[in-house]
């Protein structure tokens, strides 16, 4: 059972709206890298992991990421509420508008739509941990990108909080990736799947 706190994880207080922003930050919604396809891709690997501590720490990320996916969201909001048209078609955010209106919508920045092959679940603990803490490194570099782009402080401090949780989650799971490791009986890491397959002789060699 999950219990929503009816508040951002970090506060989220942008006073200038400035859509040019927003579709650089929209990526970290529905981005390739972005927060969307954390959550789902660790919520999704968590059933198939076969120690349940690492399970817990892909729910916990996973559900922290969605806190995430909250924020990024209430920063887009903040950038472009109110927009007047001029400002719409000045920004070449007028594009979004006319199929979103000011509503938040998962894209890149880029303008490509999110889809699930952005995240792959494989059911394989080696490989969907080696996937995670890639996943994460990607989101961290996205982040500092944003930051080089952006020096707005109202925009950079959650921006900062969110690259530096990046930061907590690869090491996380490289922790979760050691604690897989030590249950396997062979030093030969990719020899069996321990998800699947009940023992190292399982004919894979």
């Given amino acids: 059972m999950w219990n929503y706190e009816k508040r951002l994880q970090y506060p989220v207080k942008i006073t200038q709206t400035n859509p040019e922003m927003a579709q650089v930050i929209i990526s970290q919604f529905g981005g390739p890298d972005g927060e969307l396809a954390a959550s789902m891709r660790y919520l999704s690997q968590r059933y198939t992991m076969p120690y349940k501590e ?8 996973g559900t922290e990421e ?16 109110n927009l007047s048209p001029e400002e719409l078609k000045k920004s070449g955010f007028d594009k979004y508008y006319v199929d979103h209106t000011l509503a938040l919508w998962p894209q890149s920045a880029g303008g490509s739509p999110w889809t699930a092959t952005y995240f792959q679940s494989k059911g394989d603990p080696i490989t969907d941990l080696h996937e995670d803490m890639a996943a994460e490194q990607k989101a961290r570099t996205t982040y500092e990108n944003i930051l080089r782009l952006i020096k707005d402080p109202e925009v950079c401090d959650p921006i900062r909080f969110l690259r530096e949780r990046e930061v907590v989650h690869y090491q996380r799971f490289g922790e979760s990736l050691r604690i897989v490791q030590d249950h ?22």
């Fill in 54 to 61: 690492v399970t817990g720490i892909l729910t916990d990320i």
């Fill in 66 to 81: 969605l806190a995430h996916m909250e924020i990024v969201c209430a920063i887009v909001h903040q950038l472009t509420r």
């Fill in 184 to 205: 396997l009986d062979s030093k030969n890491f990719y020899a069996f799947n321990p998800a699947f397959d009940m023992s190292s002789d399982c004919g894979c060699k």
